[in-house]
């Protein structure tokens, strides 16, 4: 079973930047997914950002322009660079990979926009 660990979240002031990381361990199938999802309180998860192994992304569109997918695929990591954070940002942010069948989420990393 892949297991994801992010890092990078924490407390910005808006127009700020923060970059996000997720890295898949115990890897035994091809990565052909790649996402970050996101969950405010009281609100669904939703989807933010995702890259497709061919290198295809697909963006929310509260976010395009602001935010950035990229993909090692040497270090089965995925990068989220959000730019221009504004106080609608904050939620908890879930690193999602499918790998073959299985499908696995991260633990969760808050990010925080607040003056």
């Known amino acids: 079973q892949v297991q994801l660990v992010e890092s990078g979240g924490g407390l910005v002031q808006p127009e700020g930047s923060l970059r996000l990381s997720c890295v898949a361990s115990?890897?035994?199938?091809?990565?052909?997914?790649m996402g970050w999802y996101r969950q405010a309180p009281g609100k669904q998860r939703e989807l933010v950002a995702e890259?497709?192994?061919?290198?295809?992304?697909n963006y929310r569109d509260s976010v395009k322009g602001r935010f950035t997918i990229s993909r090692d695929n040497a270090k089965n990591t995925v990068h989220l660079q959000m730019n221009n954070l504004k106080p609608e940002d904050t939620a908890v942010y879930y690193c999602?990979?499918?790998?073959?069948?299985?499908?696995?989420w991260g633990q969760g990393t808050q990010v925080t926009v607040s003056s």
């Open positions: 115990r890897v035994t199938l091809p990565i052909y997914y």
């Open positions: 999602k990979v499918e790998s073959g069948p299985y499908v696995s």
């Open positions: 890259i497709f192994s061919g290198g295809s992304t």
